[in-house]
């Protein structure tokens, strides 16, 4: 009865991993990749209300639909914002697409891209709700092994290599990368690996056929430490042919609104707001009202360096908590973001960290839930590490993330202490 695509769908951890933050509601749970509810800008989206209110026919105008590229007024203020400090990169308003989120405009790609079978290659580990979206479409994910810096472009030119030798250069689309302070690893993409990509992949669209990368940038205002580093358009501006580049306000302002965008190349993007148009031919026009007012009066901006505040802080206790309960533990070790929501940790080899295993059976019990890092990892290439765990420091009081690494730490002692 169910179609083929709703069986390539089935079994995603996002569902699992939501039902039980539901399920045990007593949990500290360092799993949600969720914001902080007392970073949501209340007093900002007040202010934007009252302004639209002040104004009844563009009020009455926002309450209609719009285009299914998005509201074109809205674009036009985010072409400007969203590439303010790299203007030689500000995209002409007809390339650049609103979405609800930027999940919709993942998934509206692949499925412009994908054809069951074809190949997308993503560093190992990498965001999880974008590898469900590729399986429920039907794609085989190639991971590609990455450290502090990101994706290591060496190890992906060599996959590419692979797939070619192995007559599969036409079946790979895409290069799916979160350049800054990932989801999960907290990895930033360095400025030589960025270059880099950009010759591999400028070599692979002469020598082999189209390859698309898409630049998936959900945390790139979540900066703590460190340079603000460019996107690939503001490094070499005709990337565009090959580069997507997606954001969202999800992090920076407010998931509620869920409001995302990107800048797609010339040639994808017919075929991609004609996929738009049979989804709901635009998306909620309402919300890019709102958001235009709030980046027009700076509303964003101005409410950006208190969200930063908060995590930059969170993410420290957290850092701390890992270093005072686990600083000891041979073979657990951890990555120290300069952005974003989530610390990346590795535990030694003997421990298997997934849901069947024993540390997650002593962690709930204890009283803390985690993402199993496996969960993360491409099924193919690059093996998944049984090993490692994605912990969150976005919804978490300072409290709570104390308590929850407490938690872990002596989970991960008693697993220990089990398995030698
Ligand atoms: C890497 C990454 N991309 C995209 C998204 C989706 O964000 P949106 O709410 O804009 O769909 C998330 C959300 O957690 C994310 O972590």
Redesign the pocket.
């Known amino acids: 009865m169910l179609s083929t695509r709703a069986q390539w769908a089935a079994g995603q951890p996002i569902g699992e991993l939501m039902a039980q933050a539901l399920q045990y509601p007593e949990l500290v749970s360092l799993a949600a ?1 969720f914001v902080d509810n007392a970073t949501l800008p209340c007093a900002e989206v007040v202010a934007c209300f009252e302004q639209l209110s002040a104004d009844a026919s563009r009020l009455r105008a926002s309450l209609q639909y719009d285009t299914t590229a998005g509201s074109r007024s809205f674009r036009e203020v985010l072409a400007q914002w969203a590439y303010h400090p790299w203007p030689q990169a500000r995209p002409a308003v007809e390339q650049l697409i609103a979405t609800a ?4 405009l ?1 998934h509206l790609i692949t499925e412009a891209l994908i054809d069951p079978g074809d190949i997308v290659v993503a560093a190992a580990p990498t ?1 999880f ?2 590898m469900g979206t590729l399986k429920g479409a039907g794609a085989r994910v190639f991971g590609v092994s990455s450290d502090e810096d990101g994706m290591q472009i060496e190890a992906l030119k060599e996959t590419l290599e692979q797939l070619d030798g192995q007559g599969l250069a036409k079946r790979v689309k895409a290069i799916y990368l ?1 350049p800054d302070y ?2 999960p690893a907290g990895s930033t993409l360095s400025m030589q690996r960025r270059q880099e990509l950009l010759e591999l992949v400028e070599r692979w669209n002469r020598e082999k056929g189209a390859l698309v990368v898409l630049w ?1 940038n ?1 945390y790139q205002l979540l900066r703590y430490d460190g340079e603000e580093l460019p996107p690939l358009s503001a490094i070499e501006p005709s990337c565009r042919r090959f580069v997507v580049e997606l954001g ?1 306000f ?1 992090k920076s302002f407010a ?1 509620g609104i ?1 409001v ?1 965008w990107g800048v797609v190349p010339s040639w994808l993007l017919a075929p991609v707001l004609e996929i738009k148009a049979n989804i709901d031919f635009g998306s909620a026009h309402f919300n890019q009202v709102l958001m235009e007012i709030a980046l027009r009066d700076g509303l964003v901006d101005a409410h950006l360096p208190a969200i930063v505040a908060t995590y930059r802080s969170k993410r420290d206790t957290m850092l701390t908590a890992l270093e005072e309960s686990m600083g000891d533990l041979p073979g657990v070790q951890w990555r120290h973001p300069r952005g974003g929501l989530y610390v990346w940790l590795t535990l030694p080899n003997a421990v298997d960290a997934a849901e069947s295993g024993l540390l997650w059976r002593i962690a709930t019990k204890l009283g803390v839930l985690y993402v199993p890092g496996v969960y993360c990892f491409p099924t193919e290439g690059y093996p998944p590490q049984r090993n490692s765990i994605r912990l969150s420091f976005g919804v978490q009081s300072h409290e709570g993330i104390r308590r929850g690494v407490q938690m872990l730490s002596q989970a991960i002692r008693q697993t220990l202490t089990a398995t030698v």
């Open positions: 990749g989120g930027s999940n919709q993942l965001y709700v974008f979160v990932d989801n998936d959900a969202t999800s998931p869920r995302g």
